[in-house]
């Protein structure tokens, strides 16, 4: 079983406020990714880290940003939510190795009203 | 444009029969390619994989088939059971890079 967390599981946050996603894993991965999905589409890469201090933008436009401060932790935030950033947020891990399997948070499904 | 397709939105199988997930993809250079399963309210887990030098790999009940000239894959599930009931999603990469996803196929497994 993956050891990769995610908190909180569920949030209903109004506009504007500021919110920080948790994401933690204690697999000791290199590799780190947020996606977003929503219902009935395919999972979005928003950010992607190969390691401490450095992060990428994905292929989906966000208008979050990330930190990897520490390999075990990566956390994702929004400086001023929207209704438009409603959807699921999905973090993974992978290991260094070329073709690594990602392995999956259970998500956070985030309601902005 | 997407990369990776799945065509099917759904599928229903019955219980002890094959149930055939399809993928298509557009990028030849796709070198590897997995599938994942994910049930309500979890986040997706690893189901099996394949490599572009190869043409099928094998687990258990589950059998992935590439067919690189036509940019397809298949996921085969046989026999199918009540507990494979799940959204299945295709993902390709480049050199074991960053994955890019399909939309998912929801196969249902009618007991």
């Known amino acids: 079983e993956a050891d990769i967390y995610q908190t909180p599981r569920y949030l209903v946050i109004g506009t504007g406020k500021k919110i920080t996603l948790e994401c933690s894993q204690t697999m000791g991965h290199d590799k780190m990714y947020w996606y977003q999905q929503d219902p009935g589409m395919e999972l979005h890469l928003i950010h992607y880290?190969?390691?401490?201090?450095?992060?990428e933008k994905g292929d989906l436009s966000s208008e979050s940003t990330v930190s990897r401060i520490r390999t075990e932790h990566f956390p994702l935030t929004l400086e001023s939510a929207r209704p438009s950033h409603t959807s699921q947020y999905l973090c993974a891990s992978s290991e260094s190795m070329e073709g690594g399997e990602q392995y999956f948070g259970p998500g956070t499904r985030l309601t902005v009203t | 444009d997407q990369q990776v397709k799945q065509n099917s939105p759904s599928l229903s199988v019955q219980e002890g029969r094959i149930s055939i997930l399809n993928c298509d993809y557009t990028?030849?250079?796709?070198?590897?390619f997995l599938w994942y399963k994910k049930y309500p309210a979890e986040g997706p887990t690893f189901l099996i994989s394949?490599?572009?030098?190869?043409d099928k790999n094998e687990d258990g009940r589950f059998t992935v088939f590439l067919n690189k000239s036509a940019k397809h894959l298949s996921l085969h599930i046989v026999p199918s059971q009540p507990g494979d009931s799940a959204v299945y999603f295709c993902a390709a990469s480049l050199y074991g890079q960053n994955f890019v996803f399909g939309p998912g196929t929801r196969l249902s497994v009618l007991p």
């Open positions: 880290s190969y390691g401490v201090n450095s992060t």
């Open positions: 990028n030849s250079m796709f070198d590897y």
């Open positions: 394949i490599s572009s030098i190869k």
